[in-house]
């Protein structure tokens, strides 16, 4: 699947499984952002699996 994003120009990066996903939740260092695919990672990688208070509800 990666493969064909890449055919389509952009740049795929694998967050991970879904378990993971947490990492891309609201308030998190890539939610909403415009990173390239390495600041995208880094991002990811900055996430802490604590909820911000304005994601709790």
């Not at 890449?6 to 947490?22: I, K, Q, R, Y």
């Not at 695919?37 to 900055?46: S, T």
């Not at 699996?49 to 304005?54: D, F, G, I, N, S």
């Amino acid at each position: 699947m990666l493969d064909l994003v890449d055919a389509l120009g952009f740049d795929p990066v694998d967050a991970g499984p879904l378990a993971e996903s947490w990492r891309q939740q609201p308030g998190t260092p890539v939610y909403g952002k415009d990173f390239d695919a390495d600041g995208v990672r880094a991002a990811l990688a900055q996430a802490s699996p604590e909820r911000p208070a304005e994601f709790s509800g």
